[in-house]
Protein backbone atom coordinates (compact mmCIF):
# COMPACT_ATOMS: atom_id res chain seq x y z
CA UNK A 1 0.00 0.00 0.00
CA UNK A 2 1.01 3.40 -0.48
CA UNK A 3 1.91 5.66 2.57
CA UNK A 4 -0.31 8.60 2.76
CA UNK A 5 0.50 10.03 6.28
CA UNK A 6 -0.29 9.35 9.40
CA UNK A 7 -3.70 10.61 10.40
CA UNK A 8 -4.94 12.63 13.45
CA UNK A 9 -5.86 9.63 15.42
CA UNK A 10 -2.66 8.25 15.98
CA UNK A 11 -1.42 11.49 18.04
CA UNK A 12 -4.57 11.05 19.68
CA UNK A 13 -3.61 7.54 20.14
CA UNK A 14 -0.40 8.21 21.79
CA UNK A 15 -1.71 11.02 24.05
CA UNK A 16 -4.23 8.90 25.33
CA UNK A 17 -1.17 6.41 26.20
CA UNK A 18 0.63 9.06 27.65
CA UNK A 19 -2.03 9.89 29.95
CA UNK A 20 -3.34 6.63 31.12
CA UNK A 21 -0.29 3.72 30.31
CA UNK A 22 -1.87 0.70 31.29
CA UNK A 23 -3.02 -2.78 29.48
CA UNK A 24 -6.70 -1.90 29.86
CA UNK A 25 -6.08 1.44 27.30
CA UNK A 26 -3.78 -0.56 25.26
CA UNK A 27 -6.23 -3.72 24.62
CA UNK A 28 -8.94 -1.38 24.28
CA UNK A 29 -6.95 0.99 21.78
CA UNK A 30 -4.61 -2.01 20.04
CA UNK A 31 -6.82 -1.32 16.84
CA UNK A 32 -6.31 2.14 16.27
CA UNK A 33 -2.15 0.96 16.98
CA UNK A 34 -2.28 -1.47 14.38
CA UNK A 35 -4.14 0.23 11.69
CA UNK A 36 -3.67 3.94 12.44
CA UNK A 37 0.26 4.09 13.78
CA UNK A 38 1.78 0.67 12.86
CA UNK A 39 0.14 0.31 9.32
CA UNK A 40 1.45 4.05 8.13
CA UNK A 41 4.81 3.30 9.56
CA UNK A 42 5.21 -0.02 7.59
CA UNK A 43 3.71 1.53 4.66
CA UNK A 44 6.97 4.31 5.18
CA UNK A 45 9.28 1.77 5.55
CA UNK A 46 8.38 -0.06 2.60
CA UNK A 47 8.95 2.85 0.37
CA UNK A 48 12.05 3.88 2.02
CA UNK A 49 13.40 0.53 1.58
CA UNK A 50 15.15 0.79 -2.31
CA UNK A 51 17.06 3.45 -1.08
CA UNK A 52 17.77 2.95 2.50
CA UNK A 53 17.30 -0.56 3.51
CA UNK A 54 14.36 -2.79 4.55
CA UNK A 55 13.84 -0.92 8.09
CA UNK A 56 12.65 -2.71 11.30
CA UNK A 57 10.00 -1.41 13.81
CA UNK A 58 10.63 -1.07 17.54
CA UNK A 59 8.30 -3.21 20.08
CA UNK A 60 5.61 -0.95 21.50
CA UNK A 61 6.37 -3.28 24.91
CA UNK A 62 8.85 -1.69 27.16
CA UNK A 63 11.43 -3.88 29.13
CA UNK A 64 10.77 -3.45 32.52
CA UNK A 65 12.69 -6.27 34.39
CA UNK A 66 15.82 -4.21 35.43
CA UNK A 67 13.84 -0.59 35.55
CA UNK A 68 12.43 1.73 38.10
CA UNK A 69 10.22 2.95 35.43
CA UNK A 70 7.68 0.43 35.21
CA UNK A 71 5.60 2.00 32.46
CA UNK A 72 4.33 -1.05 30.28
CA UNK A 73 4.32 0.97 26.90
CA UNK A 74 6.21 3.23 25.01
CA UNK A 75 5.01 6.34 24.03
CA UNK A 76 6.21 6.42 20.23
CA UNK A 77 6.69 3.97 17.82
CA UNK A 78 10.13 3.96 16.56
CA UNK A 79 12.08 2.27 13.62
CA UNK A 80 15.35 1.76 11.97
CA UNK A 81 17.44 1.46 9.17
CA UNK A 82 20.32 -0.13 8.34
CA UNK A 83 22.15 3.21 7.06
CA UNK A 84 21.72 4.11 10.52
CA UNK A 85 18.35 6.19 10.19
CA UNK A 86 15.85 6.54 12.88
CA UNK A 87 12.21 7.25 12.22
CA UNK A 88 9.77 8.02 15.31
CA UNK A 89 6.11 9.32 15.82
CA UNK A 90 4.78 10.14 19.07
CA UNK A 91 2.35 13.00 20.09
CA UNK A 92 4.30 15.30 19.15
CA UNK A 93 4.40 14.55 16.20
CA UNK A 94 7.38 13.23 13.43
CA UNK A 95 11.00 12.86 14.19
CA UNK A 96 14.31 11.72 12.71
CA UNK A 97 17.96 10.60 13.21
CA UNK A 98 20.53 9.33 11.87
CA UNK A 99 24.03 8.49 13.32
CA UNK A 100 25.21 6.15 15.57
CA UNK A 101 23.27 6.31 18.59
CA UNK A 102 24.78 4.28 20.90
CA UNK A 103 28.76 2.97 20.45
CA UNK A 104 30.10 -0.26 21.20
CA UNK A 105 33.54 -0.71 22.27
CA UNK A 106 35.42 -1.85 19.61
CA UNK A 107 33.15 1.24 17.77
CA UNK A 108 34.00 3.74 20.61
CA UNK A 109 38.15 2.63 19.89
CA UNK A 110 37.53 2.87 16.40
CA UNK A 111 35.77 6.38 16.42
CA UNK A 112 38.37 7.98 19.36
CA UNK A 113 41.47 6.53 17.11
CA UNK A 114 39.86 8.51 13.77
CA UNK A 115 39.21 11.91 16.24
CA UNK A 116 42.41 12.17 17.25
CA UNK A 117 43.45 11.67 13.82
CA UNK A 118 44.56 15.47 12.52
CA UNK A 119 43.03 14.34 8.92
CA UNK A 120 39.85 12.74 9.75
CA UNK A 121 39.85 14.14 12.83
CA UNK A 122 39.05 17.54 11.09
CA UNK A 123 37.21 16.06 8.39
CA UNK A 124 34.63 15.20 10.86
CA UNK A 125 34.27 18.60 12.16
CA UNK A 126 33.60 19.97 8.68
CA UNK A 127 31.00 16.99 8.11
CA UNK A 128 29.22 18.16 11.62
CA UNK A 129 29.67 21.58 10.53
CA UNK A 130 27.86 20.74 6.78
CA UNK A 131 24.93 18.90 8.64
CA UNK A 132 24.66 21.96 11.34
CA UNK A 133 23.74 24.49 8.00
CA UNK A 134 21.24 23.00 7.12
CA UNK A 135 19.37 23.46 10.04
CA UNK A 136 20.13 19.70 11.60
CA UNK A 137 20.89 19.34 15.59
CA UNK A 138 23.76 17.02 15.96
CA UNK A 139 23.23 15.89 19.64
CA UNK A 140 25.21 13.70 21.83
CA UNK A 141 23.17 11.59 24.58
CA UNK A 142 26.43 10.32 26.48
CA UNK A 143 29.57 11.42 27.16
CA UNK A 144 32.45 11.16 29.38
CA UNK A 145 33.46 14.31 31.65
CA UNK A 146 36.99 14.16 30.78
CA UNK A 147 38.97 13.15 27.65
CA UNK A 148 39.44 9.53 27.44
CA UNK A 149 42.42 7.76 29.43
CA UNK A 150 45.67 7.69 27.07
CA UNK A 151 44.66 11.20 24.96
CA UNK A 152 46.32 14.63 25.81
CA UNK A 153 43.56 16.85 28.04
CA UNK A 154 44.72 19.74 25.90
CA UNK A 155 43.76 17.29 22.41
CA UNK A 156 42.30 20.05 20.28
CA UNK A 157 39.38 17.86 19.46
CA UNK A 158 38.92 17.01 23.16
CA UNK A 159 35.03 17.71 23.06
CA UNK A 160 34.64 15.00 20.26
CA UNK A 161 36.45 12.33 22.24
CA UNK A 162 34.57 12.46 24.70
CA UNK A 163 31.45 11.58 23.02
CA UNK A 164 29.75 8.00 23.44
CA UNK A 165 27.39 8.65 20.48
CA UNK A 166 26.95 11.11 18.06
CA UNK A 167 23.82 11.25 15.62
CA UNK A 168 21.82 14.15 13.76
CA UNK A 169 18.74 14.48 15.39
CA UNK A 170 15.25 17.08 13.87
CA UNK A 171 11.56 17.12 14.71
CA UNK A 172 8.77 18.38 12.63
CA UNK A 173 6.10 18.26 14.96
CA UNK A 174 2.57 17.92 13.86
CA UNK A 175 1.50 19.98 10.93
CA UNK A 176 -1.44 19.21 8.56
CA UNK A 177 1.13 17.61 6.30
CA UNK A 178 1.69 14.85 8.68
CA UNK A 179 -1.32 13.27 7.36
CA UNK A 180 -0.20 13.44 4.10
CA UNK A 181 2.60 11.92 1.95
CA UNK A 182 4.91 15.01 2.08
CA UNK A 183 5.72 13.00 5.75
CA UNK A 184 7.65 11.17 3.93
CA UNK A 185 9.61 13.81 1.70
CA UNK A 186 10.72 15.46 5.04
CA UNK A 187 12.63 11.72 6.34
CA UNK A 188 13.97 11.53 3.05
CA UNK A 189 15.27 14.63 2.73
CA UNK A 190 16.61 14.73 6.44
CA UNK A 191 18.35 11.37 5.75
CA UNK A 192 20.02 12.84 2.72
CA UNK A 193 21.09 16.02 4.66
CA UNK A 194 22.49 14.34 7.54
CA UNK A 195 24.65 12.35 5.03
CA UNK A 196 28.06 13.89 5.80
CA UNK A 197 28.08 12.72 9.46
CA UNK A 198 26.90 9.30 8.69
CA UNK A 199 29.17 9.16 5.86
CA UNK A 200 32.52 9.96 7.88
CA UNK A 201 30.98 7.54 10.49
CA UNK A 202 30.57 4.60 8.20
CA UNK A 203 33.64 5.24 6.77
CA UNK A 204 35.53 5.21 10.02
CA UNK A 205 33.65 3.58 12.82
CA UNK A 206 31.41 0.94 11.24
CA UNK A 207 29.18 -1.58 12.75
CA UNK A 208 30.69 -3.58 15.55
CA UNK A 209 32.09 -6.40 15.00
CA UNK A 210 31.03 -8.20 19.32
CA UNK A 211 28.69 -10.50 19.58
CA UNK A 212 26.18 -10.20 23.01
Do not use: C
Not at 177 to 183: D, G, R
Amino acid sequence: MTFDGWPRAALDFYRGLELDNSKAYWLAHHEVYEQQVLQPMTELLDELAEEFGPGRVFRPYRDVRFSADKTLYKTAIGATLPSGGYVQLSARGLAAGAGYHRLALDQLERYRRAVADEQTGESLRDSIAAVEERGIEVTVRDALKTVPRGYPKEHPRADLLKNKDLAAWTEWGTGDWLQTAEAKEHVVSFLHDARPLTTWLDAHVGPTTLTR
